[in-house]
């Protein structure tokens, strides 16, 4: 497959105005920035180079993956070997500094990942191979200018190209059949870890419709989690946790799930009421709720456009909540943050929050997530994924 041609002219801007001859990365979502391929185990890295080389030294069992999605020069190794015992930096350092020197790079200046990162996981286990890189470049090739490349990378995902829109777009559109799946589920007596349980075979059961033009998923990952009554008033935390609580008659119950395809995620929550018979209205309470969020919701898109301050999205939607009685108390949360690269990451570029500094962008891509928690008794939010357009706003979950 070939390489991005956009996002390569991005990254060629990004270090020429970094003053960067290569950016060299490890962590699975920069790897996939740069090259297009999403690692398994964390143990590959992407080189790419101003003269507009790019390259993957991935592990050899990875090769055939790498080779589906990417355009990228491929070069593998073995991290271990039956042979001997052997240290895995070490194992990636040969390919990595042949590299270097087959480009010429032994005296450049290189941009690494030096600083704090969020990253979702892409396999039960991951390497970490963090400041290792730079020692053995400063052992190594003692010349090179080693320079973080944090900050740059961060931007670069905030803003996606139209290949990686489609590419969120269609991994959002897999997430339907999970949801579909739990609502189904949702009714009293069910245990949140059945419910849970529910969404994600539905997800795994149906077979992604690739959209125009978008290859289906070779690789998709879901986690779907349930929160009824007063758990659900427990979900504006940093994490969302499934336990056993029983569904009672008239419970809120909230599904979160953070979906991938080929690593491309989504943050999505939808809300449900676990209604005594089927035909039986959601309570008064329910409906305010419903009513809050949504109009919270309209405004908040109404108030997308290239140009415009995160902050005022933010506001927009939260004057709506204050409205309906819905205060700090309530929604203690920031409107959204960016999704695509980052899952789970309040701090992914655009973060649509009260304090935020961030100004969209055509190719941004964020949730958009008013919620009311009520200590005790439930919480509710609702949370698209949307995508900045030229015009205004895309809601990508539109089920």
Request: aromatic fraction near 6%.
């Amino acid at each position: 497959m070939d390489l991005d041609s956009e996002r390569q002219a991005r990254i060629q801007d990004a270090m020429r105005e970094a003053g960067l001859d290569a950016l060299l990365c490890a962590a699975p979502s920069h790897v996939l920035l740069l090259t297009g391929y999403w690692p398994v185990m964390a143990a590959s890295v992407a080189l790419v180079a101003r003269s507009g080389e790019v390259h993957v030294i991935a592990p050899e069992d990875e090769r055939t993956l790498v080779e589906a999605v990417s355009g990228a020069t491929l070069t593998t190794y073995l991290p271990g070997r039956l042979e001997e015992m052997v240290d895995p930096v070490q194992a990636l350092a040969k390919p990595l500094l042949s590299l270097l020197d087959r480009l010429q790079l032994s005296r450049a200046s290189l941009g690494l990942e030096l600083g704090y990162g969020v990253q979702p996981a892409s396999y039960l286990t991951q390497v970490h191979f963090r400041a290792s890189l730079a020692d053995v470049l400063r052992d190594r090739q003692p010349a090179a200018r080693i320079h973080s490349c944090d900050a740059l990378v961060e931007r670069l995902k905030a803003v996606k190209t139209p290949r990686e829109l489609d590419l969120i777009r269609q991994a959002c559109t897999d997430a339907a059949a999970g949801f579909a799946a739990a609502e189904a589920a949702v009714h009293p007596g069910a245990r949140e870890n059945e419910v849970a349980a529910a969404a994600l075979a539905g997800f795994e059961r149906t077979l992604p419709s690739p959209l125009a033009g978008v290859p289906a998923s070779e690789r998709r990952d879901g986690h779907f989690f349930c929160m009824s009554g007063p758990n659900s008033a427990t979900a504006s935390a940093a994490f969302a946790r499934t336990r056993t609580r029983e569904i009672a008659p008239d419970d809120l119950v909230m599904i979160h799930a953070n979906t991938a395809g080929n690593g491309y995620w989504t943050d999505i929550t939808r809300t449900f009421t676990a209604r005594a018979t089927p035909s039986a209205p959601p309570p008064a309470r329910h409906r305010q709720m419903r009513q809050a969020i949504s109009e919270a919701t309209a405004a908040a898109l109404a108030a997308i456009r290239p140009g415009a301050r995160s902050v005022d999205v933010d506001l927009a939607a939260r004057k709506v909540m204050q409205g309906h009685g819905f205060g700090e108390k309530e929604f203690v949360h920031g409107v959204g943050h960016g999704v695509g690269f980052a899952a789970a990451n309040a701090n992914a570029l655009p973060r649509i929050h009260p304090a935020s500094p961030d100004i969209l962008e055509a190719g941004m891509t964020f949730n958009v997530e008013p919620a009311a928690y009520f200590p005790d008794f439930g919480g509710m939010r609702h949370c698209d994924v949307v995508a900045v357009t030229p015009t205004g706003a895309d809601v990508l979950t539109n089920f």
